[in-house]
């Protein structure tokens, strides 16, 4: 169990922050009623120039409140925000149950963001796609051969075809970690 922490975190945040799965995970985490540390959007931030010749437009934000979180979910949360664009001007936190020090402000560590891209996607289906009764059990054998990628690589602006004109689609095999009713 984790003690409970009062955080601050403040910044700015690109506006498309969201489309970064990780950072989407928290703040849907952050939003909800259940947990007591928010993130709210302080003002309009700067734009900065962009990989593609334009703009980004920033926001600032603050990410506050007191919850029973880990060390790890707290530099988990600094992970992402690098990793979106995020730039962190403070972040650090109280242990609210640390008795002997009750207004010791431990700083959280502001990563360097990944190099490494991880796409995301959601995969939905539907058990009638299979031509013989669907046993749950044996779904990571029918995700191997019944799965197809498009990688949408026109999309991400490296388009390519192969020798026979055919756009980069590969059946892909798929490790099953959880399943969760839509």
Request: proline content about 4%; hydrophobic content about 35%; some cysteine.
């Amino acid at each position: 169990m984790s003690n409970i922490k009062r955080v601050e975190i403040t910044g700015e945040l690109p506006f498309n922050a969201t489309d970064h799965h990780d950072v989407r995970k928290f703040f849907g985490q952050m939003n909800g009623p259940t947990i007591g540390i928010n993130v709210k959007y302080t003002g309009q931030g700067k734009a900065r120039p962009n990989d593609y010749g334009g703009q980004t437009a920033y926001y600032k934000f603050c990410i506050s409140g007191e919850e029973a979180v880990s060390d790890a979910w707290l530099a988990n949360l600094m992970q992402a925000l690098v990793n979106c664009g995020a730039s962190i001007e403070k972040a650090h936190y109280w242990d609210v149950e640390y008795v002997e020090r009750p207004n010791y402000v431990i700083p959280l560590n502001i990563p360097y963001a990944s190099e490494d891209k991880e796409y995301v996607c959601e995969v939905r289906f539907t058990v009638q796609d299979v031509q013989k009764p669907f046993e749950s059990h044996e779904l990571q054998a029918w995700l191997n051969t019944a799965l197809i990628v498009d990688l949408n690589m026109e999309h991400a602006g490296m388009f390519q075809v192969n020798d026979e004109g055919d756009s980069s689609c590969v059946s892909a095999g798929a490790e099953l970690k959880t399943l969760c009713p839509a």
